[in-house]
């Protein structure tokens, strides 16, 4: 089993940074491939950006492509999310998430944060 918390959200003005984390614990974070994913009020959750397990392969859906980074400390246990030229259509509750496998599909991955808001004003 996997336990993942989110931080680091909050409220930005556009064009704004933010910094996101999810911290691991209960099972090492070095054998899983981790995603990021969104979900703003009325919407379905989204595919942000997946990471491999060793940080070498990174993939981005095409609306933060650019803008969003992700990156991984497997000696820490933490995956994060530097997300840069925030705007307002990037408001959303944001989670992290572990699976066996890279995907972008959300019903592929088996363990979730609660998530971290996040809130672009304009």
């Known amino acids: 089993q996997v336990q993942l918390v989110e931080s680091g959200g909050g409220l930005v003005q556009a064009g704004g940074s933010l910094r996101l984390s999810c911290v691991a614990s209960?099972?090492?974070?070095?054998?899983?491939?981790m995603g990021w994913f969104r979900q703003a009020p009325g919407k379905e959750r989204e595919f942000v950006a997946g990471i491999s397990w060793s940080g070498g392969y990174t993939y981005y859906a095409d609306s933060v492509k650019g803008r969003f980074t992700i990156s991984r400390d497997n000696a820490k246990n933490t995956v994060y999310l530097q997300m840069n030229s925030l705007k307002p259509e990037d408001t959303a509750v944001y989670y992290c998430?572990?699976?066996?496998?890279?995907?972008?599909?959300?019903?592929?991955?088996?363990?979730w944060g609660q998530g971290t808001q996040v809130i672009v004003s304009s």
């Open positions: 209960g099972r090492t974070l070095r054998n899983y491939p």
């Open positions: 998430a572990a699976n066996k496998s890279p995907s972008s599909r959300v019903d592929e991955y088996a363990y």
